[in-house]
């Protein structure tokens, strides 16, 4: 079976590394949890409203539809679950748990540290938080890019969750990193904003098209591509329903939207369909 490959006895982690791991894990859900706290606006005013506004959906031409965020929901859940799940005595030798630890406990900590800094104003300061996350994620799928499939628990937990998360931030930090600028005095709209604009949103698509040729998980790619999907859907409905409106970002959304999503399928299709990756050295 998968799971017996994947829980190679001679890869048992010392029982004081795994504790250590483990414990890691749940510190840093500790302090995701205190940031969520201010970031859902339980204390204080809620991410929306800091930064004289910056974070709102309405600040700049890249920033998704307010519906959008709702991906959050998602992660938050997964996140939990994998945080309960990489507790479990079957996973003390499970590569799946031992090897996406320890970034994958960074990652839900620096959620935690964004919303702090972000109820802080620190703009500046949220960008190097985010980067933080996007190379944490990147490095959980680094790590399991050639790990025959566990089971469910891992599909879920690490592939599902941390596909999701990885796509979403992905948007995310370009998103940010424009309200950054803005924040600098780069103009909101106008015709160099809707070009610069386009420009990212052709580097999130090779972004996602790169992180997609990374794993041999055909789970971890699926929840990448759809977050991804979904962050530049919401773009494209913002910027063509709501304010600040502009038809060339809408549309350049929603171009980078489809072609994310072909890419996507023609890549799973493949993965699925080609070798068993379960067959494969590691």
Avoid at 223 to 231: F, K, L, P, Q, T
Avoid at 249 to 276: C, N
Wanted: charged fraction near 10%; hydrophobic fraction near 55%.
């Amino acid at each position: 079976m998968d799971t017996d490959r994947a829980q190679d006895p001679h890869l048992v982690e010392p029982p004081a590394t795994l504790a250590r791991d483990r414990w890691w894990v749940s510190v840093a859900a500790v302090v995701w949890l205190g940031g969520s706290l201010f970031g859902t606006g339980l204390i204080g005013g809620g991410v929306e409203q800091q930064g004289d506004g910056l974070f709102s959906d309405t600040a700049t031409l890249i920033a998704p539809m307010g519906p959008a965020f709702s991906i959050w929901s998602v992660i938050y859940l997964g996140l939990a679950a994998y945080v309960v799940w990489q507790w479990l005595p079957s996973t003390a030798r499970s590569r799946w748990a031992a090897r996406t630890r320890i970034p994958a406990g960074v990652a839900i900590a620096l959620n935690g540290v964004w919303l702090l800094v972000v109820q802080a104003d620190l703009v500046w300061l949220s960008v190097v938080v985010i980067a933080g996350i996007a190379v944490s994620l990147g490095l959980v799928l680094r790590n399991t890019a050639d790990l025959p499939r566990e089971g469910w628990g891992a599909d879920l937990t690490v592939s599902a969750t941390h596909g999701l998360y990885l796509g979403w931030i992905c948007v995310a930090t370009c998103a940010n990193v424009a309200l950054f600028l803005v924040d600098l005095g780069a103009p909101e709209t106008g015709t160099t904003a809707e070009l610069v604009t386009a420009a990212v949103l052709a580097v999130v698509v090779v972004i996602a098209a790169w992180l997609l040729h990374r794993t041999g998980q055909s789970i971890f790619a699926g929840g990448i591509a759809a977050a991804v999907v979904w962050g530049l859907a919401w773009v494209s409905a913002g910027r063509l329903t709501a304010e600040p409106d502009s038809t060339t970002v809408g549309l350049a959304a929603a171009v980078a939207a489809v072609g994310v999503a072909a890419l996507a399928v023609v890549l799973i299709v493949k993965k699925v369909t080609g070798p068993d990756p379960s067959r494969r050295t590691v």
